[in-house]
Nanobody, 116 residues
């Protein structure tokens, strides 16, 4: 089994919404911090959002704060990223990772394209 599998990416118009899911296997997402990252063409991978292990505190990159929400679904063992009011500059491959500050497992990524 692949430890982390992302889904939910696709093509969306500016202003639209998408919800990404990261399905974990082999461990429980509520047992550790988790995070979402993205990498746009020609740019370095960057942290988008993280959810910490103990207190459920979340952090967001400045340019997604107020538009994106990271959450855990313990029943499905997923970490989700709800993305609202999407902008063309949100276009990237989105990755989930195990860990909130140190990342030891990465998913394969899912493409998000924001374009009219």
């Amino acid at each position: 089994q692949v430890p982390l599998v992302e889904s939910g990416g696709g093509l969306v118009q500016p202003g639209g919404s998408l919800k990404l899911s990261c399905a974990a296997s082999g461990f429980a997402v509520n047992s550790i911090g988790m995070s979402w990252h993205r990498q746009a063409p020609g740019k370095e991978r960057e942290l988008v959002a993280r959810i910490k292990k103990f207190d459920e505190e979340t952090d967001y990159a400045a340019d997604v704060l107020g538009r994106f929400t990271i959450s855990r679904d313990n029943a499905r063992n997923t970490v989700d990223l709800q993305m609202n009011r999407l902008k063309p500059e949100d276009t990237a491959v989105y990755y989930c990772a195990r860990g909130a500050f140190i990342y030891d497992i990465w998913g394969q990524g899912t493409q998000v394209t924001v374009s009219s």
